[in-house]
């Protein structure tokens, strides 16, 4: 069970470098990025497979991890946030449950592609409340963003 748990962490983790390297990010957020999501989507399993909390949870929970950390990545490096949120989330976008969606429907199962609807709004939206989550608790730690008065 544990070496699962590694091989996933370790799958997510290339996944979400190759994703990078496809946005063409910095080589130099290639690693933090992969870190993200890498431990991001270890955290999604566990909750999802292991603690059974449903998918709207554990999605939402890694989506907040993901802003917490790309935040602090950006801060850190000096790097715009989403150089970091958007390479850890390729691991939870509905793919295929988008794709069995409309397979179904092309097929006239109706009632089958409602249900894999459901599923993909669920996550979508799991994923972006987690995201506005991780960014108000990150304000609520670092304070918000002071621009320089540009009326001087």
Do not use: D
């Not at 509905?94 to 092309?106: D, E, I, L, S, T």
């Not at 609807?117 to 989550?133: D, E, H, K, R, S």
Request: overall charge positive; hydrophobic content about 50%; proline content about 5%.
């Amino acid at each position: 069970m544990i070496t699962k748990a590694i091989l996933q962490a370790v799958f997510a983790y290339v996944a979400t470098i190759c994703f990078g390297v496809l946005l063409n990010i910095p080589p130099r957020a290639y690693h933090v990025a992969g870190m993200i999501g890498g431990f991001s989507w270890l955290v999604y399993w566990e909750i999802y497979y292991h603690l059974h909390w449903g998918l709207a949870v554990s999605n939402m929970i890694a989506a907040i991890l993901i802003g917490i950390f790309a935040m602090v990545a950006a801060r850190h490096q000096k790097c715009p946030t989403i150089i970091y949120t958007v390479p850890s989330l390729v691991t939870f976008v509905p793919g295929g449950q988008a794709y069995k969606m409309v397979r179904n429907f092309v097929v006239g199962n109706n009632g089958q592609s409602l249900i894999f609807l459901y599923q993909v709004m669920v996550i979508a939206g799991a994923i972006t409340l987690g995201l506005g989550i991780g960014e108000m608790i990150n304000r609520l730690l670092y304070g918000p963003k002071k621009l320089p008065n540009r009326h001087n």
